[in-house]
């Protein structure tokens, strides 16, 4: 079914064609882009439809290159602490949800930010006792490094004082578990809670969610290291969703990528834990904790192993790492893989990169490796930019997110949301890449749109699919009701986003 869509401010990130005013789209296929006068008369038979778009702005659909399709369902469903400024606000909303639960059921708030509440702490489990004294309760951080427990909770998993990463004073546990139990423990044991049905229908929420922000397509990092069967789970539902997605298999079972037939492994494979929890692994330790050099969670050697065997088998890698030491390891690692079984185009990321040193920037361009990033951090969880000077120091503070100096020195960053850590808001997420706190790291608008699009679509060898719009490519493009080139920077994530098309089928985001 042909559509001429027309009357468009059209940018599509084609060098070739990079302005357009008209498009065709047959199924979900964009057959022609140019102007109105050369497109139309290539179709002599006319169209089925006509869509004027009302002199719009129309740019690719945005890719979210690194995100967690069921934790952001079940996110979606539990208590959101999104923008609670002390507890008094945070047990309201945990009270308010748990009155929608049945006797007994597991109560679960998610993205406390504990930079951003009058407590500047996490609560304990007293506190959690109080407000939630008869069913198991979880607050998890919206980095989802660390969380709080109540006394039923963690009687409930199983928890113990003499695990690493669960805080303990005077011999008793606070409620507070951090990497790695709360990762490597605690999350996977709270997820085996969630039934089937439930998880499900957290994909299509979460979906729907991301087409409403413009997103077309979703880089899924789905899995649970040493538990092949979530990733198999995810791989029997993702097709049925509304929009396009991508499998990264998050564990590091290789045998069973190569089972479900993907050609790509790991995701948040933990190389070490979170900047703002100070488990990320550094040289140095962080300033305002001496002693303090965050948490390597494997030996070099399990590393060495894991990304020798995946990239041996041929398969895309992809590893968290958010600190210079942890970056140190993984970046070691794809290094001697790639000297033992030399392969110029694998495509490997690195995911997050948030504080890397300049001379592994220059070896991940030698090496052609990938910065998989997330600009949105700055605003979501970053906002108090004096609390990370604090923690980082003056010098190594300035090394945070350095967009600047990794794409001048020739590496690709493609751009996600870790969602649900942050909303799916690409817009957001442009615009914190091109007002970087520290000036001399910021970009150029095409540059941080193109994270999103062009760069996100190169990280899974998708280029020639999507991330532009030109002929052959899928029709994946939303409708703006402002061109971004013409707002101020600081002004891109009130843009607001009209209508999305995927999968052959236009959604006007009011539906959505």
């Given at each position: 079914m042909k559509t001429l869509f027309t009357n468009i401010q059209g940018i599509s990130l084609d060098e070739a064609r990079p302005e357009f005013s008209a498009m065709v789209v047959d199924g979900d296929t964009l057959e022609a882009v140019g102007e109105y006068d050369e497109v139309v008369p290539l179709y002599p038979g006319g169209f089925v439809q006509v869509m004027d778009l009302g002199g719009k702005t129309v740019l690719p659909g945005f890719i979210d290159a690194h995100q967690h399709l069921e934790w952001t369902g079940q996110v979606l469903g539990s208590a959101d602490l999104t923008g609670c400024s002390c507890f008094t606000e945070v047990f309201d909303g945990i009270a308010a949800h748990r009155k929608?639960?049945?006797?007994?059921?597991?109560?679960?708030?998610?993205?406390?930010?504990d930079q951003?509440?009058?407590?500047?702490?996490?609560?304990?489990?007293?506190?959690?006792?109080?407000?939630c004294p008869a069913a198991p309760l979880a607050v998890v951080h919206t980095s989802l490094h660390f969380l709080s427990l109540n006394t039923m909770a963690i009687k409930a998993l199983g928890v113990t004082g003499e695990m690493d990463g669960v805080d303990t004073e005077n011999g008793r546990m606070t409620g507070l578990v951090r990497d790695p139990a709360s990762l490597s423990f605690v999350m996977p044991r709270i997820d085996r809670m969630i039934s089937k049905e439930a998880i499900v229908q957290g994909y299509e929420l979460a979906a729907r969610k991301a087409l409403k922000s413009g997103i077309t397509?979703?880089?899924?990092?789905?899995?649970?290291?040493?538990?092949?069967?979530?990733?198999?789970?995810?791989?029997r539902h993702h097709r049925d969703l509304p929009l396009h997605t991508v499998?990264?298999?998050?564990n590091r079972d290789v045998q069973s990528s190569l089972d479900l037939g993907l050609t790509r492994i790991g995701g948040c494979i933990f190389a070490d834990g979170a900047i703002d929890c100070y488990t990320a692994a550094f040289f140095e330790p962080y300033c305002n904790q001496p002693g303090n050099y965050g948490t390597l969670t494997f030996t070099q050697a399990q590393m060495d192993e894991f990304i020798c065997e995946a990239h041996g088998k041929g398969l895309q890698i992809a590893v968290h790492c958010e600190a210079d030491a942890a970056i140190e390891q993984v970046l070691h690692a794809m290094e001697k893989a790639l000297a033992k079984y030399p392969r110029t185009d694998h495509r490997h990321r690195i995911?997050?990169?948030e504080v890397p040193t300049t001379t592994q920037i220059e070896r991940m361009a030698k090496s052609g490796i990938i910065a998989s990033m997330q600009p949105a951090f700055f605003p979501y969880l970053m906002a108090d930019q004096t609390?990370?000077?604090?923690?980082?120091?003056?010098?190594?503070?300035?090394?945070?997110h350095p967009y600047r100096t990794i794409l001048d020195a020739g590496v690709v960053i493609c751009g996600g949301s870790d969602s649900p850590v942050t909303p799916y808001t690409p817009l957001a997420g442009i615009q914190a890449a091109v007002c970087h706190p520290y000036a001399?790291?910021?970009?150029?608008?095409?540059?941080?749109?193109?994270?999103?699009?062009?760069?996100?679509?190169?990280?899974?060898?998708?280029e020639n699919e999507r991330g532009s719009l030109r002929p052959g490519m899928k029709a994946e493009f939303i409708v703006l009701d402002r061109n971004p080139y013409r707002v101020a920077p600081q002004d891109i994530c009130k843009i607001n986003i009209e209508?999305?098309?995927a999968k052959g089928k236009l959604y006007s985001t009011e539906d959505l």
């Amino acid at each position: 079914m042909k559509t001429l869509f027309t009357n468009i401010q059209g940018i599509s990130l084609d060098e070739a064609r990079p302005e357009f005013s008209a498009m065709v789209v047959d199924g979900d296929t964009l057959e022609a882009v140019g102007e109105y006068d050369e497109v139309v008369p290539l179709y002599p038979g006319g169209f089925v439809q006509v869509m004027d778009l009302g002199g719009k702005t129309v740019l690719p659909g945005f890719i979210d290159a690194h995100q967690h399709l069921e934790w952001t369902g079940q996110v979606l469903g539990s208590a959101d602490l999104t923008g609670c400024s002390c507890f008094t606000e945070v047990f309201d909303g945990i009270a308010a949800h748990r009155k929608k639960l049945g006797k007994g059921e597991w109560v679960l708030a998610y993205r406390l930010n504990d930079q951003l509440v009058q407590e500047k702490r996490m609560p304990n489990t007293a506190e959690l006792d109080a407000v939630c004294p008869a069913a198991p309760l979880a607050v998890v951080h919206t980095s989802l490094h660390f969380l709080s427990l109540n006394t039923m909770a963690i009687k409930a998993l199983g928890v113990t004082g003499e695990m690493d990463g669960v805080d303990t004073e005077n011999g008793r546990m606070t409620g507070l578990v951090r990497d790695p139990a709360s990762l490597s423990f605690v999350m996977p044991r709270i997820d085996r809670m969630i039934s089937k049905e439930a998880i499900v229908q957290g994909y299509e929420l979460a979906a729907r969610k991301a087409l409403k922000s413009g997103i077309t397509s979703l880089h899924c990092l789905e899995g649970k290291d040493g538990e092949p069967e979530f990733s198999a789970f995810f791989h029997r539902h993702h097709r049925d969703l509304p929009l396009h997605t991508v499998h990264w298999n998050q564990n590091r079972d290789v045998q069973s990528s190569l089972d479900l037939g993907l050609t790509r492994i790991g995701g948040c494979i933990f190389a070490d834990g979170a900047i703002d929890c100070y488990t990320a692994a550094f040289f140095e330790p962080y300033c305002n904790q001496p002693g303090n050099y965050g948490t390597l969670t494997f030996t070099q050697a399990q590393m060495d192993e894991f990304i020798c065997e995946a990239h041996g088998k041929g398969l895309q890698i992809a590893v968290h790492c958010e600190a210079d030491a942890a970056i140190e390891q993984v970046l070691h690692a794809m290094e001697k893989a790639l000297a033992k079984y030399p392969r110029t185009d694998h495509r490997h990321r690195i995911e997050h990169l948030e504080v890397p040193t300049t001379t592994q920037i220059e070896r991940m361009a030698k090496s052609g490796i990938i910065a998989s990033m997330q600009p949105a951090f700055f605003p979501y969880l970053m906002a108090d930019q004096t609390f990370y000077e604090r923690m980082l120091g003056p010098s190594r503070h300035k090394r945070l997110h350095p967009y600047r100096t990794i794409l001048d020195a020739g590496v690709v960053i493609c751009g996600g949301s870790d969602s649900p850590v942050t909303p799916y808001t690409p817009l957001a997420g442009i615009q914190a890449a091109v007002c970087h706190p520290y000036a001399p790291e910021r970009v150029t608008l095409t540059e941080a749109i193109r994270m999103f699009t062009t760069a996100a679509a190169y990280s899974v060898f998708e280029e020639n699919e999507r991330g532009s719009l030109r002929p052959g490519m899928k029709a994946e493009f939303i409708v703006l009701d402002r061109n971004p080139y013409r707002v101020a920077p600081q002004d891109i994530c009130k843009i607001n986003i009209e209508k999305v098309f995927a999968k052959g089928k236009l959604y006007s985001t009011e539906d959505l």
